[in-house]
């Protein structure tokens, strides 16, 4: 057995930060588990970063599952994380039930991931938990809300707002969560919530407190075109792939591939 979400929560008491990135195929999932990731999270946010959306809402239970497979049985070691996309969970305990039932059953991924933390997500949280399903929650910076935000906003910079966002966290952790994604809120709230909470925290655009931190891949990686501010790139891999691409395409309109050695 690689990680498990018992273990996450030792590393919180431990002190040892968790480290989760995101990955939607074989092949990333496998580099990224084979260099160490603690978690993988099958981020809903692929529907921006690899199908071209403009926001996640487009996303259906089917995409999840065929990319959610694929990137199983890239994995080894680290705990696979589904989100739920929108409107698979929210219309009713019954229907969140049924998508993560599909979901741990199809795909071999050992936990979801829903935003929010209202009462109804509560009772959801609540229910998945009894059934032997663990919860990732999400709150702040909720995507899948995000016609109600206006735009993919920081949240909590209100005393109020802020509150609000603690409270949720909470009842979370009340609800049987087995730890809580915090994304772009004061980096004070996510020390506070982190400070407050038992599970462990993950954040992203957080502030460095939480009890570990998520970033999409391709952010990290400088792939992306269009990056949150947030985002921290460590290699520039738009520019080496344009390169290569390009040294390659001027081989072969030179006609100087393929006669290589070993070609
Ligand atoms: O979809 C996603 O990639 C996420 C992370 C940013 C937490 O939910
Ligand atoms: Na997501």
Known sequence: MGVTTQQLSRFKRDGRPIVVLTAWDFLMAQVLDRAGVDVILVGDSLAMVALGHETTLPLTLEDMLHHTKAVRRGVKNALVVCDLPFMTYQESVAQAMHSAGRVLKETGA??????????????????????????????????????????????????????????????????????????????????????????????????????????????????????????????????????????????????????????
């Open 110 to 263: 050992q936990a979801v991931k829903l935003e929010g933390g209202h009462p109804a997500m509560l009772e959801t949280v609540e229910r998945l938990t009894q059934a032997g399903i663990p919860v990732m929650a999400h709150v702040g910076l909720t995507p899948q809300s995000v016609h109600q935000f206006g735009g993919f906003r920081k949240q909590g910079t209100t005393a109020e707002a802020a509150e609000r966002i603690l409270q949720e966290a909470i009842a979370l952790e009340s609800a049987g969560a087995f730890s809580i994604v915090l994304e772009h809120i004061p980096a004070d709230l996510g020390l506070q919530i982190s400070q407050k909470l038992t599970i462990p925290t993950i954040g992203i655009g957080a502030g460095p407190h939480c009890d570990g931190q998520v970033l999409v891949t391709p952010d990290l990686l400088g792939l992306s075109e269009w990056q949150p501010p947030f985002a921290k790139p460590y290699t520039n891999l738009r520019d080496i792939i344009t390169q290569a691409v390009q040294t390659y395409a001027a081989e072969v309109r030179e006609q100087r591939f393929g006669d290589s050695p070993g070609a």
